[in-house]
T-cell receptor, first 114, second 112 residues
Framework: KQEVTQIPAALSVPEGENLVLNCSFT??????LQWFRQDPGKGLTSLLL?????REQTSGRLNASLDKSSGRSTLYIAASQPGDSATYLC?????????????FGKGTHLIIQP | ETGVTQSPTHLIKTRGQQVTLRCSSQ?????VSWYQQALGQGPQFIFQ???????GRGNFPPRFSGLQFPNYSSELNVNALELDDSALYLC???????????FGPGTRLTVL
């Protein structure tokens, strides 16, 4: 059974810092990996999707990497801003594609101090 | 392009009752997935519908059931509600179920 772990569980940093969020998964047979952002009590906003054959994806100040063989992904946030404060969730899609559903970690709760 | 919408926003039910939650998928998407998110946890996969058929299911009992309609909107039905069913219910739509998943704002269900 796939398990996804996110470290750290919580992180508080001053504005302007670069930071890295970590995600690990136990079964390397994934179809893709997706990073999401969730504001309190709200739905999920997709940030980046990395296919299993890819190594990284970039969008603005965000960069996500994937090392499928070691079961790891990182989300790099450059020049953090208070508006980046949210919970960041990592999720993997199993080898069956969408029919397996996404398996999520518990998230990293990020606070950017002004 | 219309995003994923869900209704109602909030719902309060008592134990043993039945509830129906609704989801309208994003334009052009043919797959809808449902997730349950307890407080402080990541979402848990309930099931997925592709072209009106259930094509994947997580570890949820049969009292969780669903439908997908020809316009690809979907319903989640939960019978015999239990206190532990209190959670945020999220629906996500995608193309073929393997592309980026786009989530709705969720329905907050409270079971008393």
């Amino acid at each position: 059974k796939q398990e996804v772990t996110q470290i750290p569980a919580a992180l508080s940093v001053p504005e302007g810092e670069n930071l890295v969020l970590n995600c690990s998964f136990t079964d390397s047979a994934i179809y893709n990996l997706q990073w999401f952002r969730q504001d309190p009590g709200k739905g999920l906003t997709s940030l980046l999707l990395i296919q299993s054959s890819q190594r990284e994806q970039t969008s603005g100040r965000l960069n996500a990497s994937l090392d499928k063989s070691s079961g790891r992904s990182t989300l790099y946030i450059a020049a953090s801003q208070p508006g980046d404060s949210a919970t960041y969730l990592c999720a993997v899609n199993g080898p069956g594609g969408g029919a397996d559903g996404l398996t999520f970690g518990k998230g990293t709760h990020l606070i950017i101090q002004p | 392009e219309t995003g994923v919408t869900q209704s109602p926003t909030h719902l309060i039910k008592t134990r043993g009752q039945q509830v129906t939650l609704r989801c309208s998928s994003q334009s052009g998407h043919n797959t809808v997935s449902w997730y349950q998110q307890a407080l402080g946890q990541g979402p848990q996969f309930i099931f997925q519908y592709y072209r009106e058929e259930e094509n994947g299911r997580g570890n949820f009992p049969p009292r969780f059931s669903g439908l997908q309609f020809p316009n690809y909107s979907s319903e989640l039905n939960v019978n015999a509600l239990e206190l532990d069913d209190s959670a945020l219910y999220l629906c996500a739509s995608s193309w073929q179920g393997i592309d980026t998943q786009y989530f709705g704002p969720g329905t907050r269900l409270t079971v008393l």
